[in-house]
Nanobody
Framework: QVQLVESGGGLVQAGGSLRLSCAAS????????MGWFRQAPGKEREFVAA???????YIADSLKGRFTISRDNAKNTVSLQMNSLKPEDTAVYYC????????????????????WGQGTQVTVSS
């Protein structure tokens, strides 16, 4: 059974940084792409970043230059480094992983991810 557990969320002032982590278990972590999504109150869940099995990365256009994604296959973790945070970055951040055919590669759509964590709250104060 695949399990994803996010950590690292919290309250930060605008301009600050946070590093989110997602610990995965239940299967061979290194074989699958991972992604981060976020959902702000009253809004749809949106793509943030993704990383392939061999660490190719893709960041949402609006977040490039501030967010980076990385993975540590030895520790079965994926991280999201968030810098220069803005109040509009306030959201619940979710880690997700893929399954099935083609699941080693980057994906940006919600339906392409089969397993999700419970989310971690990030609040950026102005």
């Amino acid at each position: 059974q695949v399990q994803l557990v996010e950590s690292g969320g919290g309250l930060v002032q605008a301009g600050g940084s946070l590093r989110l982590s997602c610990a995965a278990s239940g299967r061979t972590f290194s074989s699958y792409a991972m992604g981060w999504f976020r959902q702000a109150p009253g809004k749809e869940r949106e793509f943030v970043a993704a990383i392939s099995w061999n660490s190719d990365t893709y960041i949402a256009d609006s977040l490039k230059g501030r967010f980076t994604i990385s993975r540590d296959n030895a520790k079965n973790t994926v991280s999201l480094q968030m810098n220069s945070l803005k109040p509009e970055d306030t959201a619940v951040y979710y880690c997700a992983t893929r399954t099935g055919r083609g699941s080693a590669g980057i994906a940006t759509r919600l339906y392409e991810y089969a397993y999700w964590g419970q989310g971690t709250q990030v609040t950026v104060s102005s």
